[in-house]
């Protein structure tokens, strides 16, 4: 074996972007796909690179084993978790949302909220078959399944997934409906705020008992409406407070920060040009990661 020290780095390092985004699909938490990767470099660093034929495959398979690993681990702490939980937000470079509608989809909030309701292996199999691409037995290699058995968990888990999944709206449209939100929030116009939520809009928050937020989701327009201006009146009495738009998780969503604390994300759901889904974070361990801009790849 001749290899030079730097060879598992320059293999590694190429396909980071895929390999984070698996992990975070599956885990739906950046942090912990970081730390995902972070064990899966020092086991691939031990590896022999001569019995390595497909270091894409490879790696992948390494990574799911893992992510799958960690996802067990924390299904526990997220039963006993205090209100809703939702996957971690992702603060992105822009050019991923816009290049690549099949990446940004899939770790679009409401993607990721869909997942959740999947098993572990049913997770990873559909997001290295849908968003991936990856053969059948490739993925059995990563699950410990059998390849027929994998077929069978892929057919029900895009099963699943297409029942509930909802049209992806294109970055532009999502853009217009969260400006004209912005405005109408920032400005207590309630016909504004009407204009732009679906009937059966629902508000679900993330606060991890950490920060305030509703314990259960609001549905209806005019609750959600009253959720809002409570908030943006609150918002109001902070003197440092200010509204940005980011790119987190495929869409353009709006942060809040009161001076240079992080007080919240809001990332929204759009179909047919209304808002029929918002989602709070607010709990300041899920608010870390939008300190750096990801970037993600298939």
């Known amino acids: 074996m001749s290899e030079h020290p730097d060879d598992h780095a320059d293999r590694f390092t ?72 939702l996957p971690e937000p992702l603060l992105l470079d ?3 949302a816009s290049s690549d509608t099949v990446l940004a989809e899939s770790v679009s909030m409401a993607m990721l909220v869909v997942l959740e309701t999947l098993s572990p292996d049913e997770r990873a199999v ?6 991936f691409g990856f053969g059948y037995d490739e993925i059995a290699g990563a699950v410990g399944r059998p390849v027929a058995t994998v077929r069978q968990v892929a057919h ?26 912005m405005e109408a929030s920032a400005t207590g116009d309630v016909d ?20 305030s937020a509703a314990r259960r989701p609001v549905v209806g327009a005019e609750r959600v409406v009253k959720v809002l201006l409570g908030m943006f009146r609150f918002a109001a009495d ?25 007080e ?7 179909t047919d040009g209304l808002i029929t889904h918002l989602y ?13 801009t990801r970037e993600i790849g298939r």
């Open 14 to 85: 190429p396909l980071r972007p895929l390999l984070f985004t698996i992990a975070y699909e599956i885990l739906g938490s950046a942090t912990e796909a970081d730390d995902v990767l972070q064990d899966a470099y020092l086991r691939w660093a031990e590896v022999d690179l001569d019995t390595v034929r497909d270091n894409k495959s490879y790696l992948a398979q390494v990574v799911t084993r893992q992510a799958l690993n960690a996802l067990r681990a924390t299904s526990r702490r997220r039963e006993e978790y205090v209100g809703p939980w």
């Open 94 to 96: 822009e050019r991923d």
């Open 126 to 131: 559909f997001v290295l078959r849908e968003v």
């Open 156 to 181: 029900r888990a895009r099963e699943h997934v297409h029942a509930r999944r909802k049209r992806y709206a294109p970055v532009a449209e999502t853009a217009e409906v969260t400006r004209r939100f």
């Open 192 to 211: 504004g705020l009407l204009a732009v939520l679906a009937p059966t809009v629902t508000w679900t928050a993330d606060g991890g008992g950490k920060r």
């Open 238 to 262: 902070m003197p440092a407070a200010r509204f940005e738009l980011v790119t987190a998780n495929g869409a353009p969503s709006v942060v809040v920060r009161n001076g240079d604390e992080l």
């Open 264 to 270: 919240g994300i809001f990332l929204i759901e759009i």
């Open 280 to 292: 709070a974070v607010r709990n300041p361990d899920k608010l870390a990661a939008l300190g750096v």
